[in-house]
């Protein structure tokens, strides 16, 4: 650990994992794991089915500092803002564009277009990078997810399309950073927040991950929803075979397969937004960044608009890709000239179009975090994203129906 600069202290509220766990401000992505190392923290599932924390031993000042500089759940800032390229929604923005993979088994294999498992295998391919850190599913469960070192196509295609369970993709960063080797990580947006703070106390971080690449969120469900989908799909979990949420399609089906053979299958609008997201951990629904904030490339559906709502008809896939720095958006230029994606521009007023949940969602966040403060003493430090401005765009009662279910939720809600 001799490459970690001392941190500076954080709030006294915020001083150990216990606190951050018992107060849902968690999100499970295992970067306090991956950089004090297995021998002192582990992720594991909790009885609430999240992906949590756990101490085998006391940790010392230095880690607990450590973990209030790092951790996502507790903090969350852009170190400056450029006037002119930080949309108050959106985030820092280079350019936006309409994508796919131009491989058509990564554009259907991929969630929407393709375009972060296309980019994660051209940077193979270009050796920019050694390997792509990543979420997979598990080998031993197909209802489990598991860090996977991508080196190869056939690597990047198991890792094709969203897992909406719990995972922890940063929980192995110190064996990533201790292999001297450069990697991009493929993470939520939260995830993509913890390297970026990481970055600020390890110099390996920028010397050694040249790409973060993300896609917009909609919050982490515990695996309780994906148990609760098995049972209403009929198939038992000790007679799983395989098991994707969507993919194979745009948005493509939730499809189990049992050992004996059986399939069942239940829609993207059905498995998602009547199920899973019912199972949202807290600190996602006061989360200010939905949208890879901190990332290269973020990407995400580009949906057809049908009524002023998205429209998930299933058609060929096509990504919604935001470039953020300039890093992001040579990557993005690389790509196309070599053939891997095929990408048009898009005006940025059309993301509210693709995304009215995040666009939604951006502009209520300060009042639900606003809510969480009075009701629990702290809450997590937001810095420099926006958060007053995106909220004069709100209605006024969503904005305080949102402030006030928060509260009540931060009253008995579990973390």
């Not at 896609?215 to 038992?236: D, N, R, W, Y």
């Amino acid at each position: 650990m001799d490459q970690i600069s001392q941190p500076a202290k954080s709030a006294a509220h915020a001083n150990d994992l216990e606190s951050i766990v018992r107060n849902g401000f968690c999100s499970g992505c295992g970067a306090c794991a991956g950089l004090l190392g297995a021998s002192r923290v582990q992720m594991r599932i909790s009885s609430e089915g999240y992906v949590r924390p756990y101490t085998l031993q006391a940790l010392d000042t230095r880690a607990v500092e450590l973990i209030q500089a790092v951790c996502p759940g507790i903090r969350i800032e852009h170190e400056s803002r450029t006037a002119g390229s930080h949309h108050p929604i959106w985030g820092p923005i280079q350019r936006v564009r309409t994508g796919q993979a131009s491989d058509p088994q990564i554009r259907r294999e991929g969630s929407s277009g393709g375009v972060v498992s296309a980019l994660a295998l051209y940077l193979l391919e270009s050796r920019q990078v050694d390997f792509v850190a990543q979420i997979a599913v598990a080998k031993a469960d197909p209802l489990t997810n598991e860090v996977q070192m991508s080196r190869t196509r056939a690597d990047v295609l198991r890792a094709a399309g969203s897992r909406y369970a719990p995972a922890a993709p940063l929980a192995r960063l110190e064996d990533y950073l201790a292999t001297g080797q450069r990697f991009a990580v493929v993470g939520k947006p939260c995830d993509i927040a913890a390297v970026r703070n990481s970055a600020r106390v390890d110099s390996r971080i920028d010397r050694q991950i040249p790409f973060l690449l993300s896609f917009m969120c909609a919050g982490v469900p515990s695996i309780k929803g994906t148990h609760e989908l098995l049972q209403e799909l009929g198939i038992e979990a000790t007679r799983l075979q395989s098991f994707r949420y969507r993919g194979d399609g745009w948005p493509g089906m939730a499809r189990a397969l049992s050992m004996d053979g059986q399939v069942a299958e239940m829609d993207y609008a059905k498995s998602w937004g009547t199920i899973l997201n019912r199972h949202l951990q807290f600190r996602c629904k006061i989360c200010p960044d939905g949208t890879g904030e901190f990332a290269d490339v973020a990407c995400a559906d580009a949906w057809y608009g049908k009524d002023g709502y998205p429209d998930f008809a299933e058609r060929e896939g096509r990504s919604l890709v935001l470039t953020r720095t300039a890093a992001g958006e040579s990557l993005v230029q690389e790509a196309v000239r070599a053939g891997a994606i095929g990408a048009n521009d898009l005006p940025v007023e059309e993301i509210a179009r693709m995304q009215p949940y995040q666009l939604n969602r951006k502009r209520v966040v300060l009042g639900r975090w606003l809510a969480t403060r009075l009701r629990r003493g702290w809450a997590p430090r937001y810095r420099r994203l926006g958060l007053v401005k995106a909220s004069l765009g709100a209605r006024p009662m969503n904005w305080l129906r949102n402030a006030i279910g928060t509260y009540r939720r931060a009253e008995g809600e579990l973390p």
